[in-house]
């Protein structure tokens, strides 16, 4: 089993659905992380949660929000969604020196 | 702007070849990650440096933190096809304030080895 599970892996969506991506992770740490990586840019950071009463906005929050509802849990949602939100989403736990990445939600907001 | 720089975007080599990625930052990180990641798949950790001036290898990379942990370099030795992939360094922030314990990546080096 993955250390860290997304899904769904794939999804394309209609522009102004909400859709929401799911995380969960089984290596127990507190840390857990949205990335939305692009080409040519990299992974850039949505939001992170340093515990589950944690909430931080990233590089790049506006149009997204999260919820983590326990450690092992953190879920990404985008309230109203746009083109130029197509992107392969990342979530990812880490300790203080390594992070598990799941294996990426590709979404299409057409 | 982005925290960590790094360099080159893309590099294209023959096989047998040695190469070297920077990446750089004017912030101070606790540990310093160097990641690979395959297309359609999540970024895989190659190693982690967390003292000033460490180096470490593995087989034919060698990874170096610089003194001020700061920056960090990235070569590879006698470069083969199997080496193909998009390198990313990434960095803990060590800097106290609203950004401390962030985990942030550089854009990434797109690697390609020719055989």
């Known amino acids: 089993d993955a250390d860290v599970t997304q899904t769904p892996r794939n999804r394309i969506t209609k522009t102004g659905k909400r859709i929401m991506l799911e995380c969960s992770q089984t290596k127990g740490h507190d840390r857990m992380y949205w990335y939305r990586q692009d080409p040519g840019l990299g992974l850039r950071l949505i939001y992170y949660?340093?515990?589950?009463?944690?909430?931080n906005k990233g590089e790049i929050s506006d149009g997204y929000s999260v919820s983590r509802q326990a450690q092992a849990k953190f879920s990404l949602s985008l309230e109203s969604a746009i083109p130029n939100q197509t992107a392969l989403y990342f979530c990812?736990?880490?300790?203080?020196?390594?992070?598990?990445f799941g294996q990426g939600t590709r979404l299409t907001v057409v | 702007t982005q925290l960590l720089e790094q360099s080159p975007q893309f590099l294209s080599i023959q096989e047998g070849e040695n190469l070297t990625v920077y990446c750089n930052s004017s912030s101070v990180f606790s540990s310093l990650q160097w990641y690979r990641q395959e297309p359609g798949e999540g970024p895989v950790l190659l190693v982690t440096v967390v003292t000033g001036g460490e180096v470490k290898k593995l087989k034919r990379l060698t990874f170096q933190f610089g003194d001020a942990r700061k920056d960090s370099s990235l070569h590879i030795t006698a470069a083969q096809p199997g080496d193909t992939g998009l390198y990313l360094c990434?960095?803990?922030?060590?800097?106290?304030?609203?950004?401390?314990?962030?985990?942030?990546f550089g854009r990434g080096t797109q690697l390609t080895v020719w055989p």
């Open positions: 990434a960095g803990v922030s060590a800097d106290r304030g609203s950004t401390l314990g962030r985990l942030y």
């Open positions: 990812a736990t880490s300790s203080h020196t390594e992070a598990f």
């Open positions: 949660s340093f515990d589950v009463k944690d909430i």
